[in-house]
């Protein structure tokens, strides 16, 4: 198991990003993963009702392609991450600081599924305006952002991040409960989660990961106080040496 304190010590945001956040791989292959995962949030984040003030990102990790969608329906954003170096590669594309990644392929894949191309730089803006805190976080805290109490957002949001952060399914059951506080009563969850996965790697580096069927999710998500609204699985059938994952959960549960 990678514990977290790995995640600080060697988790290099860069090569995540070189390595999962391109549309294209090394080898010119399209990144099936990616794009399966753009159009399950662009899916999810479409459903009625799931709109609001404020939503929590938990786990956000160096990553922005998960709020490309939800910024067109929430107002103010918080990501929350546990590794340092994570949230500061985050914040150099906030602040549009030089030698931040580039997402503006991804955000133009976004802008096509939502219908116009041409409106990325539009979007990019949007969520740099919305973004409006960048916090440490432990899931496996009561309070997740301890010593800081965040008010209860309407939507958390969370992809692939639980099944990385939790040693069994019993850690797994209790962070959801605990993640379960940031949000209202009525306010939502959306995950990103992989199935039958038990380790990820790149830049020579393995990491751990918690083999979670379907029902394994789902049940923990509605013993944490959720109803399960929406839930899709999408095949992952690309023969892939850095990883084992066999399918990505997308999941929507009102609380
Ligand atoms: N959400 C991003 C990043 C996933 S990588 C994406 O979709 O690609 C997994 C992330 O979980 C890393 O950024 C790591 O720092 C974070 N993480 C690991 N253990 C954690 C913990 N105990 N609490 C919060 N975040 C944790």
């Known amino acids: 198991f990678t514990e977290a304190e790995v995640y600080q010590q060697s988790f290099d945001p860069r090569e995540y990003l070189k390595e999962y956040y391109t549309l294209t791989d ?20 479409s459903l009625d009702g799931l709109s609001g003030d404020t939503l929590i990102d938990v786990g956000c990790g160096p990553t922005i392609y998960q709020l490309l969608s939800a910024c067109e ?3 103010e954003i918080i ?3 546990y590794t340092d170096q994570n949230r500061r590669e985050l914040e150099k594309w906030l ?5 931040a990644f580039d997402w503006m392929p991804v955000v133009k894949y976004v802008c096509e599924l939502e219908g116009d191309r041409e409106k990325w730089a539009e979007k990019e803006e949007k969520l740099r305006k919305k973004v409006k805190e960048v916090l440490k976080c432990d899931v496996t805290k009561a309070n997740p952002t301890d010593p800081v109490s ?3 957002a309407d939507c958390v949001l969370s992809t692939l991040c639980l099944e990385g952060a939790c040693k069994d399914l019993a850690t797994f059951r209790s962070a959801l409960r605990n993640i379960s506080a940031l949000v209202k009563p009525g306010g939502h969850l959306v995950m990103v989660t992989v199935l039958r996965e038990t380790y990820y790697a790149f830049n020579k580096q393995v990491f751990s990961c918690l083999y979670l069927e379907r029902s394994m999710v789902e049940d923990a998500v509605e013993g944490a106080g959720f109803d399960v609204k929406f839930s899709e699985v999408q095949p ?3 023969s ?3 990883t084992d994952c066999e399918a990505v959960l997308g999941l929507v549960a009102r609380r």
Not at 26 to 45: C, D, E, V
Not at 95 to 99: H, L, M, S
Request: charged share 25%; no cysteine; glycine share 4%.
């Open 26 to 45: 090394s080898q010119g292959r399209p990144n099936t993963f990616l794009t399966q995962n753009l159009r399950t949030l662009f899916k999810m984040f």
């Open 73 to 75: 329906r929430f107002e």
């Open 79 to 81: 990501a929350l991450d």
């Open 95 to 99: 602040k549009n600081e030089a030698g």
């Open 150 to 152: 965040l008010p209860p």
């Open 236 to 238: 992952y059938l690309s």
């Open 240 to 242: 892939d040496i850095r």
